[in-house]
């Protein structure tokens, strides 16, 4: 059933869906921090109500889960950790809005970590793939079995 319009009503405007307006500002603190981390500080210093600074904490907090996923074992293990750690952090700031702006600014900070080494990750992938590619064509030709005598004498 409609809802009735009413002069001064404007009948389907709803409030902004919180979780999506925490993705939209965590996505624009991780835009900020790497060129500019007093800018990203100052971000942060606008929200004022603490169920809006979670609401970021889960943006990034699920863009760091999302990302560590990509990662070799041991640096997922140690993402997973870290995680841990800034769940502490959390809980340890749980009504305190200053507390819970550092560990924003941790937890962005934990997501440009994950990026470069998902970066060292894939050069080093490419690297194995290309040192595979070349074993693979040498041992076509032959040449393998006399490059293999020559490393293990």
């Known amino acids: 059933m409609p809802r009735p319009t009413r002069p001064g009503h404007s009948g389907g405007v709803t409030a902004p869906d919180p979780a999506a307006e925490g993705h939209r500002r965590a996505a624009d603190l991780l835009a900020l921090l790497p060129d500019d981390s007093a800018a990203a500080e100052a971000s942060l210093e606008t929200i004022s109500e603490v169920r809006d600074l979670v609401f970021v904490g889960a943006?990034?907090?699920?863009?760091?889960?999302?990302?560590?996923?990509?990662?070799?074992?041991?640096?997922?293990?140690?993402?997973?950790?870290?995680?841990?750690?800034?769940?502490?952090?959390?809980?340890?700031?749980?009504?305190?809005?200053?507390?819970?702006?550092?560990?924003?600014?941790?937890?962005?900070?934990?997501?440009?970590?994950?990026?470069?080494?998902?970066?060292?990750?894939?050069?080093?992938?490419a690297s194995d793939q290309e040192w595979t590619a070349l074993r693979a064509a040498a041992e076509a030709n032959g040449t393998a079995a006399a490059s293999d005598a020559a490393t293990s004498t």
């Open 59 to 125: 943006g990034l907090t699920a863009v760091a889960r999302s990302e560590a996923r990509g990662l070799p074992p041991a640096q997922r293990a140690q993402a997973n950790t870290r995680q841990l750690r800034l769940g502490e952090l959390r809980d340890a700031s749980r009504s305190d809005p200053a507390g819970l702006r550092v560990w924003l600014l941790r937890a962005a900070e934990e997501i440009l970590l994950l990026r470069s080494q998902l970066a060292v990750a894939e050069r080093v992938t």
